[in-house]
């Protein structure tokens, strides 16, 4: 199996790192083939431009939405871009393992996801002989699976049903439902590392095992169950009918 694992941390010896470094060592043991794309390594460009587009006449007006669509359906990507695009189709799992910052992800990898799920590739893409678009469970990358591997400082039950911080279900919603499920990719119940800043040796290893344990039974898990755009429950302005999730509303009620 292949897996390509995304990790976002500045510092190669954090716990973080740490636990990347622990995944990659038993994912090949086991077999499996691994690419990382280490953003802070790399030195990933986050800021989306006009630099995306080196054929790009710069005389225009950019519109970037646009823009990239163009460039994808012409291959006039940027390189890096472009090599991210193969790793992408290259894999059966994606990782994105980072630590949670402000309630999200690193500016480094909010710029990964904005310049490489890009118009035509990942949005904007029509259902064939329909009037529909593929999203929301089906999609380009339709028969993947995708998982969020996250470290915080925070205490698990911080972030839970009526912890201050919110239940972390929540609070990775954008990118579980609206990057993985969009692009048709089976999300799986995210990882998480919990109070991390005071972790020892034994807790440690303990969430080092955890870890491991998710990414080689990855295929055993059951993914979120989140409704299919396309799947009968939706209006076509994308309005839940009338009669579904009934009681529920916000997050959950897009899922089953």
Same mark, same amino acid.
């Given at each position: 199996?292949?897996?390509?694992?995304?990790?976002?941390?500045?510092?190669?010896?954090?716990? @973080?790192?740490?636990?990347?470094?622990?995944?990659?060592?038993?994912?090949?043991?086991?077999?499996? =083939?691994?690419?990382?794309?280490?953003?802070?390594?790399?030195?990933?460009?986050?800021?989306?431009?006009?630099?995306?587009?080196?054929?790009?006449?710069?005389?225009?007006?950019?519109?970037?939405?646009?823009?990239?669509?163009?460039?994808?359906?012409?291959?006039?990507?940027?390189?890096?871009?472009?090599?991210?695009?193969?790793?992408?189709?290259? !894999?059966?799992?994606?990782?994105? =393992?980072?630590?949670?910052?402000?309630?999200?992800?690193? !500016?480094?990898?909010?710029?990964?996801?904005?310049?490489?799920?890009? @118009?035509?590739?990942?949005?904007?893409?029509?259902?064939?002989?329909?009037?529909?678009?593929?999203?929301?469970?089906?999609?380009?990358?339709?028969?993947?699976?995708?998982?969020?591997?996250?470290?915080?400082?925070?205490?698990?039950? =911080?972030?839970?049903?009526?912890? /201050? @911080?919110?239940?972390?279900?929540?609070?990775?919603?954008?990118?579980?439902?609206?990057?993985?499920?969009?692009?048709?990719?089976?999300?799986?119940?995210?990882?998480?590392?919990?109070?991390?800043?005071?972790?020892?040796?034994?807790?440690? =290893?303990?969430?080092?095992?955890?870890? /491991?344990?998710?990414?080689?039974?990855?295929?055993?898990?059951?993914?979120?169950?989140?409704?299919?755009?396309?799947?009968?429950?939706?209006?076509?302005?994308?309005?839940?009918?009338?009669?579904?999730?009934?009681?529920?509303?916000?997050?959950? !009620?897009?899922?089953?």
């Amino acid at each position: 199996m292949r897996y390509f694992i995304v990790y976002a941390h500045p510092e190669p010896r954090s716990l @973080n790192g740490s636990l990347k470094d622990a995944a990659v060592q038993a994912l090949e043991a086991a077999g499996h =083939q691994v690419r990382i794309s280490d953003l802070y390594a790399m030195g990933f460009k986050a800021q989306a431009d006009a630099d995306d587009f080196p054929a790009r006449d710069s005389k225009e007006r950019l519109f970037y939405h646009r823009a990239s669509g163009d460039a994808f359906a012409s291959g006039a990507l940027a390189a890096d871009v472009v090599r991210e695009h193969e790793k992408l189709f290259w !894999a059966d799992v994606l990782v994105l =393992q980072f630590p949670l910052w402000w309630f999200s992800v690193p !500016a480094i990898l909010k710029g990964w996801i904005d310049r490489v799920f890009v @118009n035509g590739l990942a949005i904007g893409v029509p259902k064939e002989g329909t009037k529909q678009w593929l999203r929301y469970g089906e999609g380009r990358f339709a028969g993947k699976r995708a998982m969020l591997a996250v470290t915080t400082g925070g205490r698990e039950g =911080q972030f839970s049903e009526r912890g /201050i @911080n919110g239940p972390i279900d929540d609070l990775l919603f954008p990118l579980n439902h609206g990057l993985f499920h969009y692009v048709g990719m089976a999300p799986l119940r995210p990882f998480v590392a919990f109070q991390t800043v005071r972790t020892t040796d034994e807790e440690f =290893q303990h969430m080092r095992a955890r870890y /491991i344990h998710r990414l080689l039974g990855i295929w055993q898990d059951q993914p979120i169950p989140y409704r299919f755009e396309n799947g009968g429950e939706y209006e076509s302005n994308g309005i839940l009918r009338a009669g579904v999730a009934e009681g529920h509303t916000g997050f959950r !009620a897009h899922c089953v």
